[in-house]
């Protein structure tokens, strides 16, 4: 069984998923752009019940662009984001890529929002969808 292990910047975060992913993609909704202060946002689903936190997180509940709620993990100390869900995708949970102890693994099949993506954001090659995948 595949195990993926990752840390927030300052390390006193750390989280660990025990099965393979159910997506690697890019989503360029709004929400994200601003989460992440860049394009897009990279990250790595697993079910839910796979991925176990260790250490001290606060949780942002906001709206993502589905005008569903999103809950955001994030270190207290270093602020970085460890898991992102949204209710949309019941019992997902998603880490951002750049987290990963190894980021390789993470290479994305898909694209999503991308009616929203800057032009020169999408990558080419890699599926896109203009919203949520149906």
């Known amino acids: 069984m595949p195990e993926f292990k990752g840390s927030c910047l300052c390390g006193s975060v750390t989280y660990t998923a025990s099965t ?19 394009a897009f946002a990279s990250v790595i689903a697993f ?18 662009d589905s005008g569903q709620p999103t809950h955001r993990r994030f270190c207290p100390t270093c602020g970085s984001t460890v898991t992102e869900a949204a209710d949309i995708m019941k019992d997902i949970v998603m880490v951002p890529t750049g987290t990963l102890s190894d980021p390789t693994v993470a290479a994305p099949d898909m694209q999503i929002y991308c009616d929203s993506a800057m032009p020169w954001a999408v990558l080419p090659g890699v599926h896109t969808v203009a919203k949520m995948p149906g």
């Open 47 to 64: 079910p839910a019940a796979a991925v176990t936190v260790s250490g001290p997180t606060t949780q942002f509940d906001g709206k993502g």
């Open 20 to 38: 393979a992913p159910v997506f690697k993609g890019l989503c360029h909704c709004t929400n994200c752009q601003k989460i992440t202060g860049s």
